[in-house]
């Protein structure tokens, strides 16, 4: 056993960044197969241990590395591992953050907040920044908690916005301010510190901020989870009845993408939004033109009151009467001007009636 154990130990040290990046893609994968809901108690249970066994072992990490204090006998056989359990834990919590990050935005603007997860992570691993002595762990353990505040506090006062948002700042700094001040007392070379600890963590911090306010930060715990455009919703004994005329073969598009309009029709956009219970919040259905010179040009906002505590989420739908052909756009946007979801259609006049038309209903 003991030969096993130095061989596995010699293989980590020949190989340590080979072997961090895959416990922390095991950590990512781990939870890609056990993700819960945003509100799930167990899960914000689990979240906040990791988070504590994380920020442990790099406080004594700091600590012993700077001959500041001695690890516990006991502990010292595991605190060789210790490496590998952050890189599992934040690979873990990173996986999860960044689905609920994915979920709750179009690509358009979520990519960039979960790319810029990845290329810490990837820098993190890279000689060159390891030898500049600036732990990037420390990146990456304040994006998760930036996150972890960022779900956690909509879920329990029930809405999404600036307020919340700066909450989650407010919180997530005061972690990183009240872990200086205790290693302020027994570091006497501040500049280590601050290169360690203060400049990663409010570096990022700052970068939320920028992100935000250009509306990069998906707006989590919301999540479209179905839209389309439609000729026609009816809402009966509970159901929407949702008419179009799409092809069942052209599975791609939903519902009446391709709006084929004859006189008197209007669109009808429909979307079904998942919120965590006790949430009571606006949404902004945001309708978009696009000119031929001047590129996509805003035409209408309509707000649509939500609530939570549906599994397959809250049902509702806007309606268009005045509109030219073309090409269209629907976001879906909080009151704060992040975006959750959009759609495209096309928008095809004609000013003939068709004797034979028909529509398929789908029901929601």
């Known amino acids: 056993m003991t030969t096993l154990k130095q061989r596995l130990l010699d293989y980590y040290e020949k190989n340590e960044a080979k072997v961090d990046i895959a416990f922390f893609l095991g950590g990512f994968l781990f939870d890609v197969l056990t993700l819960s809901d945003v509100d799930d108690p167990l899960s914000i249970v689990q979240q906040i241990v990791y988070l504590g066994v994380i920020g442990l072992i790099l406080f004594y990490d700091f600590l012993s590395t700077h001959g500041l204090t001695q690890i516990n006998s006991r502990i010292n056989k595991y605190w060789e591992y210790r490496n590998l359990a952050v890189h599992f834990l934040l690979g873990s919590l990173l996986s999860v953050y960044s689905l609920f990050f994915l979920k709750s935005s179009s690509i358009f603007s979520s990519i960039v907040f979960v790319g810029l997860m990845m290329g ?6 890279l ?10 762990k420390v990146g990456l353990y304040v994006i998760c908690l930036f996150a972890f505040f960022s779900m956690t506090i909509p879920v329990l006062v029930g809405f999404v916005g600036i307020t919340t948002f700066l909450a989650s700042i407010a919180l997530t700094g005061a972690v990183v301010y009240g872990a200086f001040r205790l290693l302020n007392k027994k570091v006497e070379n501040k500049k280590i510190l601050l290169r360690t600890l203060a400049m990663p963590g409010f570096s990022v911090l700052g970068l939320f901020v920028i992100l935000y306010f250009i509306g990069w930060i998906p707006p989590v715990p919301l999540t479209v989870q179905n839209m389309g455009i439609y000729h026609g919703i009816e809402k009966s004994e509970g159901k929407y009845l949702l008419s179009h005329e799409n092809p069942s073969w052209r599975f791609w598009k939903t519902g009446d993408q391709e709006f084929l309009a004859e006189p008197g029709d209007k ?6 939004i998942y919120s965590p219970a006790r949430f009571d919040d606006s949404v902004i259905v945001h309708w978009y033109y696009k000119d031929p010179r001047q590129g996509w040009i805003s035409t209408d906002k309509v707000p649509m009151r939500i609530s939570g505590g549906r599994k397959e989420g809250f049902r509702g739908f806007s309606v268009k009467q005045n509109y030219t052909s073309g090409e269209g756009r629907i976001s879906v946007e909080t009151t704060d001007g992040r975006e959750i979801g959009r759609i495209y259609f096309n928008v095809m006049k004609t000013d003939q009636t068709s004797p034979t038309r028909t529509f398929t209903t789908d029901v929601m």
């Not at 810490?120 to 691993?125: H, P």
């Open 120 to 125: 810490i992570m990837v820098a993190n691993e």
């Open 127 to 136: 000689k060159s920044v390891q030898k500049a002595a600036v732990d990037l």
């Open 267 to 272: 669109i009808y956009f429909f979307a079904q």
